[in-house]
């Protein structure tokens, strides 16, 4: 029974000897500047959002007449989106225009001040020569034409302010046709037709898709790496396709709550299948 507990405890021993040989050995390989470090790119979520939400308004007061469009829809630049009761304002243009197109006023004076210059040139002629008209006469026939000079001045002057008056009435008119100012989707309309909308009070609301941005919140870590301008990718989840960018905007302040900071980046691809509201992840390399 001895014998056999000998060889139990000599056997254990060189088990244990071994076994701590093979994990000094492999304890050799580890780097423990390493563990715990992540050993994989971190990808930092977000979103796409519109460059800016813009609040559109007539600049005149008046009943909606008519909306072109549906929340929800995407417009192109210039786009009609709604427009007033509008039908004095168009009488007035047409009546406008008619008074600009009338030149026979104009033309008559014209014909005057031909015949008034015809006539002095006659009585000059003739004094000169002759002596066969009186010198009165010869000034009373320069006065009518100088009069006449007069007379179209005038008349040319009141055509131009009649113009203006034109131009004027036609921008009435345009004011109360509201138009998209940029490539957009309708996210909220605030009047309806029928109703009254005054003026510089939104009717609706625009997402501005000009140019996409994509907004993340990351570690002070990693936006310390990030510049203004600087070239970057964003992955588009659900298409899982990459576009170009650049940091816009790296925010000075970071959120005492949860210790990140806010960063902007302007997506210069302007792909139709692109939309605000997608979720995307801005990769950077360890």
């Known amino acids: 029974m001895k014998r056999k507990l000998q060889l139990i405890s000599t056997a254990f021993f060189v088990f244990y000897v071994t076994g701590l040989a093979a994990q000094s050995e492999q304890d050799d390989s580890v780097d423990y500047l390493t563990v715990g470090l992540a050993s994989v790119t971190p990808v930092l979520s977000g979103f796409t959002t519109c460059r800016a939400e813009l609040e559109l308004a007539f600049a005149v007061s008046g009943l909606v007449r008519k909306t072109f469009v549906s929340e929800g829809q995407v417009v192109k630049s210039g786009e009609t989106l709604m427009t007033l009761d509008q039908e004095i304002e168009r009488i007035d243009v047409q009546r406008r225009q008619a008074i600009t197109e009338d030149d026979a006023e104009l033309r008559s004076a014209v014909a005057r001040m031909n015949i008034a210059s015809q006539q002095m040139q006659s009585a000059e002629r003739i004094y000169s020569k002759t002596g066969g008209i009186s010198l009165e006469e010869v000034q009373n026939r320069t006065l009518a034409f100088k009069l006449a000079e007069i007379e179209i001045s005038r008349l040319q002057a009141q055509a131009r302010l009649n113009f203006f008056d034109y131009e004027t009435a036609h921008e009435n008119l345009a004011r109360r046709t509201l138009t998209a100012p940029s490539n957009g989707i309708i996210s909220k309309i605030e009047i309806q037709t029928g109703e009254s909308a005054k003026n510089n009070e939104p009717v609706m609301i625009l997402c501005d898709l000009s140019q996409l941005e994509f907004i993340s919140n990351i570690p002070v870590g990693y936006a310390d790496k990030l510049i203004k301008g600087m070239a970057v990718q964003i992955e588009i989840v659900s298409q899982n396709t990459k576009v170009k960018g650049k940091i816009k905007f790296v925010s000075p302040v970071v959120d005492s709550a949860s210790g990140l900071q806010q960063i902007k980046v302007v997506i210069d691809d ?17």
């Open 270 to 286: 302007t792909a139709d299948w692109l939309r605000p509201g997608m979720n995307a992840n801005l990769v950077i390399n360890p």
